[in-house]
């Protein structure tokens, strides 16, 4: 089968000729329909995340959607030709595992979801990661009804964010540096919207979410975030960033790091997502755009919303 591969950092993915997948003990191989692509395939490509992979050359791709095409011993409930997603995790395929830039993919039982059918494949990929990562950040940051919320970055993640913050009740005000995103943001609820979070200082936000993690961000919102709030990190877009001790000790506030999340997470995001509450901005593109979609996402302001490739069932 065919495969987008990392050989290493600062090098090209290469599409390449590999094994099929075969199911083992407690395993089951998917054909891949849809898989997304984020900035953290940027990450391993730049030399950023390339540590965190679990070996070298390693099929990217960990945004996976598909149907079970077999299965291993001892798997429980999961049948041939059933729809499912596998939530993004450091050790699952993509990451630790070679991933869902492939026509197949393996991943364990208890790594798999099933996918409700209302959902389409181009949502239900990027659901997995972006979806639940941008959730879960709101369970850890203690987002309520009575929120106060800014949200940096109002990209794949952060306009998801804004939906599902919009759900519970919270007021959100949101930091996008892209105007053309300005938009939006202002359609998925978000009461203000300006380049800077800096901008809603006399806010007193209970809670801010960094979905961008580039150079000043996590500054901005450590010196705006209200007395006794709480920033919660999960952009990861620099390495090391400059940050105010002084202010976060007269604040009083709670600096928490938010990755990921957890399979019922992810199962929540796709029920809401089959009920029509939130959907993801999606460009869909072929598996052979792979890497030049990646490299798009190189490049600042060239995409706006997920990037998923999807091919048909029948292919």
Not at 15 to 39: F, S
Not at 42 to 61: A, E, K, R
Not at 151 to 167: C, E, P, T
Request: net charge negative; aromatic share 6%.
């Amino acid at each position: 089968m065919k495969a987008w591969r990392i050989t290493a950092a600062h090098q090209p993915l290469e599409l390449t000729e590999v094994p099929d997948p075969v199911a083992g003990r407690h395993e089951v191989v998917i054909d891949v329909i849809a898989a997304g692509i984020c900035h953290t395939d940027v990450g391993y490509l730049d030399g950023t995340l390339t540590g965190i992979l679990g070996f070298l050359p390693i099929t990217l791709g960990h945004e996976i959607a598909g149907i079970v095409s077999a299965i291993g011993e001892d798997v429980t409930g999961f049948t041939v030709g059933q729809r499912v997603a596998v939530p993004a995790t450091i050790q699952g395929p993509g990451t630790g595992t070679d991933g869902g830039f492939a026509d197949k993919v393996k991943a364990f039982d208890y790594q798999v979801i099933p996918i409700p059918d209302a959902v389409p494949w181009e949502q239900a990929a990027p659901a997995t990661d972006a979806g639940m990562t941008s959730y879960h950040a709101l369970k850890v940051g203690g987002v309520t009804s009575s929120t106060k919320l800014g949200i940096i970055g109002a990209g794949g993640l952060g306009s998801l964010a804004i939906q599902f913050a919009r759900g519970l009740g919270a007021t959100v005000y949101v930091a996008e540096v892209n105007q053309d995103a300005w938009k939006r943001a202002k359609e998925l609820g978000a009461s203000a919207v300006a380049e800077n979070i800096r901008e809603f200082a006399d806010k007193e936000l209970d809670v801010i979410i960094d979905y961008a993690g580039f150079d000043t961000t996590t500054d901005d919102a450590i010196e705006t975030v209200g007395f006794k709030g709480t920033v919660v990190q999960v952009g990861m877009g620099s390495e090391r960033t400059n940050i105010s001790t002084t202010t976060m000790i007269l604040k009083q506030l709670t600096y928490i790091g938010s990755n990921g999340g957890t399979n019922e997470d992810c199962s929540e995001v796709l029920d809401m997502i089959a009920a029509g509450i939130v959907s993801s901005l999606v460009e869909k593109i072929s598996f052979d755009d792979i890497y030049s979609g990646i490299q798009r996402f190189e490049r600042d302001g060239a995409v706006n919303g997920r990037l998923v490739a999807v091919r048909s069932v029948d292919e």
